[in-house]
């Protein structure tokens, strides 16, 4: 397994695979790696060649007081795991060289950025498209996975790859859970132990949400009201749940089959996402 | 000579062309081309094996009350000047295909893009370099020129090229002028009579900064304030005239050799740019 740090290094092992017609699959992350990024490297892999990951922990998708100095890290670790799965390249690269001091681009998918997570964390997805953008431009993968825990990050890539006419297949993976049903997120180890057991009413809402629509519950607002509901129960403070298309993530007025219901709590200081389609 | 409209054809072309190992150059356009073009396709003609030259008269860099439904087009005569060239493929995309009703994205290179002509043109610069980089993406060329007469401009995508990491090397084009010294523009064919007259004081403004420069003058304010009068005699609407680094675009507080001294003015409606390195 090669290990790069450097743009230039790796572009130029990009070009030899690109000469010799090896098709290349791309995993970004942030390393922390769980179950959730292994079945996303598990899907590229059966896809591709030759598969790179990339660990990143990207600092312009983080607000001024959010988690960026203390996300968890470690490489040591994530480089074992990548190894076991077979993975041919990973880069880790500098923030001082995906953002020198004079840096100054970035690239904005408007209306789908603002909503949802995008609403309380106003310049995250704006963060992810310029790094996905930038490691896109360096990896030129022919496939790249994304996970559907991150279902808006996933709809904002796509829609910024079909914008700017480039020419990666991106693949969704499903979520991936704890046996209790709890999504799994590398912010999971900030939880307490009370946390983490409240932190399953997430999922449970949501599968609250699907039985009740199968048994005819048509009515967001119904449904949102009472997920909220049992949400606070377990001293979860909302940040949002929505009931969205799974294109334009624009609300519905009637739950339908393949409605995306999105949401995002905190418990503590952590904030946690989940989401299911009807 | 080829003449594409489509994104997935062009594509399909310029895959075949890159499986060839055939260097490709690339010089967009937004058409009523004039000998300023002609330099850079001259230029880019040199220093590639497969030539392909845009025409897209960009709506999203032309301000809601500026011209874009007026600015000057003529296919026709465009061809057959590029015919003429040598060129090998003319890329001629509808509006529709290149902004279709859901399109969302935008790229933006900060600091650089809200000084001099941004000033008083709030996105143009956004609307170039998401053209550019959509161009870029689809034509997947070695080397692009563009000229200095649109200094900022090529300064910007030069930015934007280097933090994507994009492999594309950008040539810079000498300023082409009439025989009386005024900048080759599509837009000259707006001026009057006595507006075109009037208009050569833009570079006889810049000659005497330089001649100035040269007997010693070092005072950015002095030289500035001087060119200025100099306009506004002859009718011109002063924008900007500012001496600045060629690098930064940031004022400088004492003229050196390589100093950019740029400005915009008006003549009628009809706004001009023009500039000169000392």
């Known amino acids: 397994m090669l ?27 942030m390393g922390y790696l769980h179950e959730g990024h292994l079945s996303l490297i598990r899907i590229a892999r059966k896809k591709c060649q030759f598969l790179a990951v990339s660990i990143f922990v990207n600092p312009i998708q983080f607000g001024p007081k959010e988690d960026f100095k203390k996300y968890p890290r470690n490489l040591k670790k994530d480089l074992r795991m ?58 030129q993968p022919d496939i790249m996975a994304f996970g559907k825990k991150d279902f808006q990050q996933a709809i904002i890539i796509k829609k910024m790859v079909e914008d700017l006419h480039l020419d990666v297949k991106i693949t969704m993976g499903k979520i991936i859970r704890e046996k209790d049903g709890l999504a799994l997120s590398s912010r999971n180890i900030y939880l307490s132990k009370t946390q983490r057991k409240n932190a399953v009413v997430l999922h449970e809402s949501l599968k609250w949400a699907k ?43 009637k739950l339908q089959k393949g409605t995306l219901i999105a949401l995002a709590a905190f418990f503590g200081k952590t904030r946690l996402i989940d989401n299911t389609i009807l």
């Open 3 to 29: 290990f790069v740090r450097n743009v230039a290094k790796l572009k130029k092992i990009i070009k030899q695979k690109k000469n010799q017609n090896v098709t290349i699959g791309f995993v970004p992350t």
């Open 211 to 253: 039985q009740a629509f199968k048994k005819g519950l048509r009515n967001p607002k119904e449904t949102i009201k009472r997920m909220k509901m049992t949400i606070k129960e377990k001293n979860g403070r909302i940040d949002y749940v929505e009931a969205v298309d799974p294109c334009t993530l624009q609300p519905v007025k």
């Open 82 to 139: 990548l190894k076991d799965e077979g993975v041919d390249l990973v880069f880790y690269p500098s923030v001082k060289d995906m953002y020198p001091a004079d840096y100054k681009t970035s690239v904005y998918v408007k209306e789908l950025s603002k909503i949802l997570c995008g609403a309380s964390r106003p310049h995250h997805f704006q963060g992810v498209t310029t790094i996905v953008l930038k490691l896109l431009n360096v990896v």
